[in-house]
């Protein structure tokens, strides 16, 4: 399986081209994190980008107990 450094530069790779999505797979959809990027996505992309990326690289909740959902 992929290592921690691998997980985050493609969370952050994903926040680059849509930031609602690096976010959701790291913190889930229904968390105050996904909503606000949404907002700011809606708004504006470079303030949802901006957002994704401090959120993804600052907030490093508990990575032991993050849950990756495959796409069948």
Do not use: H, K, N, Q
Not at 39 to 59: E, N
């Amino acid at each position: 399986m992929a290592d921690g450094r691998c997980c985050t530069f493609l969370e952050i790779l994903l926040a680059i081209i849509l930031p609602p999505l690096g976010v959701f797979l790291r913190f889930g959809c229904c968390r105050m994190e996904f909503c606000i990027c949404l907002l700011l996505t809606i708004l504006g992309y470079v303030p949802g980008i901006i957002y994704a990326i401090y959120v993804l690289v600052a907030l490093d909740s508990d990575r032991d107990e993050r849950e990756y959902y495959t796409l069948a």
